[in-house]
């Protein structure tokens, strides 16, 4: 089975198992942070099953309709989770700002700080294996998903503070105020997972360092030809594409021309992963150094 489709699966389980432990400790307590948390592991559930269909559809091989792959499908996914993200805290910042309007008192919330310590170290253990996955796959959607759990991780272990404390004071206005902080925080998140998702569905070019490292790897050849321009990247779900218009001598072969095109190729494989290269072959119209 792919890596990445089992990796999702494990984080449907463990966030389906948190959801329902949420739910059943928040409405007993009457705690608006351990719901507002029950609501933010239900926006990960979401986004873990999003990521498990994306990564098996973005897995297909290209087909006839789809000639470049299906790997847009994750940034897509990606895209989709991030308004999940923050369609949630909103809702939490409401519901919180009613219930500093109209407080009341928090029962047993020694158990749940004890529930959100748990969630913590499950979530913790689940998106650093996600991330692992994420990062060897180059896989957008497992990255989306490891982003989700790795906030529930700080967002749990904050509202169990909160719980602990107002175990300790009495004080049950923190309850709401620590609310509004995990909204406010999965909304930063959001943000910055929106950007990173969106940005390939408009083709945005490849980052500064990865365009540095194609750079420095066609010009690691430049004795073979006169010149190169026109050099265009993109990415697709986890594959890179790079075109790159090269400049020959008017004397060159097509066979010659072709044995250093492989070689340009097999230097940008070696250079970045999932890399697929188009190559434009142009003669020199003018007296270079390389055509004497």
């Known amino acids: 089975m792919d890596r990445k489709v089992s990796i999702a699966r494990i984080s449907i389980i463990s966030n389906s198992s948190l959801i329902v432990l949420k739910l059943i ?4 307590t009457g ?6 948390e029950a609501i933010h592991s239900g926006m990960d559930l979401a986004a873990a099953i999003i990521a498990f269909f994306s990564v098996k559809i973005s897995s297909t091989p290209a087909d006839e309709e789809h000639p470049y792959g299906h790997g847009k499908i994750e940034n897509i996914s990606g895209v989709i989770e991030a308004l999940l993200i923050f369609i949630a805290s909103i809702w939490i910042i ?11 008192p928090i029962e047993a919330a020694g158990m749940g700080f004890l529930v959100m310590i748990v969630s913590s170290v499950v979530n913790f253990f689940v998106s650093k294996k996600l991330y692992k996955v994420a990062e060897e796959e180059d896989s957008i959607a497992l990255k989306a998903d490891a982003l989700h759990l790795k906030a529930d991780v700080y967002t749990a272990l904050g509202v169990g503070i909160g719980l602990l404390l107002i175990w300790i004071t009495k004080i049950y206005f923190l309850d709401p105020v620590f609310a509004i902080m995990v909204a406010i925080f ?3 998140e959001a943000a ?18 990865e365009m540095d490292i194609i750079k420095a790897a066609i010009n690691k050849h430049e004795n073979l030809f006169c010149d190169f321009h026109n050099l265009r ?51 020199c119209e003018k007296k270079c150094d390389s055509c004497k």
């Open 25 to 28: 400790v928040g409405v007993l």
């Open 31 to 36: 705690s608006v942070s351990i719901i507002s």
């Open 94 to 104: 409401y519901e919180s700002t009613l219930k500093i309007m109209h407080p009341s």
């Open 186 to 188: 999965i909304l930063k």
């Open 192 to 209: 910055h997972l929106l950007k990173e998702a969106f940005n390939p569905l408009l083709d945005v070019r490849l980052e500064d360092a």
């Open 233 to 283: 990247t993109r990415k697709s779900g986890n594959v890179r594409y790079i075109d790159i218009h090269i400049v020959f001598p008017a004397d060159t072969s097509i066979r010659e021309v072709n044995d250093i095109c492989d070689v340009l190729e097999k230097e940008l494989e070696n250079s970045l992963r999932n890399v697929e290269v188009m190559i434009h072959a142009e003669a």
